[in-house]
C-alpha cells in the first residue's frame, strides 16, 4: 500500500477500525502505515471493528461462529488484546482509551484530547451500548480536542437509510463551546467532520 501525508503535521489522529475484518496482519500494516507520519503525536481510538481491542466481544464472536474454532488458528489469524496492544505499546501510535488526556507536542505546546470509541447500536459490533441507555460524554470545557468514533445525531451521519448518530454526544458537542475542534468519522469511511470554536461546521 504506497500513502503520501499531505503536509507536515504536529499531531496525526486515526479515528478507528484500523481494518474492517480485524485480522492481526492488517492491523499491523496500519499501524506501520501510520508510523509513517512526520507528526510528533500519533493518535488513534479503537472503533466498531477493531475486534480484539473488546475482549468480551471477541470472546463473543468466536462463541458464536457456526463451528467450532480452533484456538490456535483463531489466535495465529487474529491475535488477541494483549498482542494488539503490545504492537501499539511498540510502535509511535498511542492507543486512546475512554476519557481525557493530556500531552505536549515538540512545539511545547500542551494539548488536553478527549477521546471515545463508543458508538450506539442495535447491532452487535465492539464499544457499542443500546441507544436508550445512552453513554456520557465527557468532554469538559477545558478540552482543547475531542475524538469520537461516533457522529452527533444529524451531523454527517446518514447511513443506510438513516440516522445513525448519537442524540447524547449532539448535545455535548453543542454545549462544547470552549473546544477548539471536535472530530469524529463518518459510519461508512466518507470523511470526517471539524467543529471549530466559533461554533460553525467547516
Known sequence: MTFTYPQPAEVAIHYGDLTMKFKLDGSKSAIRLFERSDA???????????LTLDTPMFKKKVAEAN???????????????????????????????EGTHHFTVRTRASLIIYASPHTPSLGDWCFQYRPG?????????????????????GIMDYANGQRTGSSDLFGVVARAQTAHALLWSHPQGLGCKTRCMEGRFQ
Open 133 to 153: 441507555q445512552g453513554h456520557e460524554f465527557a468532554i469538559t470545557s477545558d478540552v482543547d480536542v475531542a475524538i469520537t468514533h461516533e457522529l452527533p445525531k
Open 40 to 50: 510528533s503525536l500519533r493518535l488513534a481510538i479503537a472503533g466498531s471493528h477493531d
Open 67 to 97: 463451528e467450532p474454532l480452533d484456538p490456535r488458528l483463531v489466535r495465529r489469524v487474529y491475535g488477541s488484546h494483549y498482542e494488539i496492544r503490545s504492537v501499539f505499546d511498540n510502535s509511535k501510535v498511542i492507543l486512546l482509551g
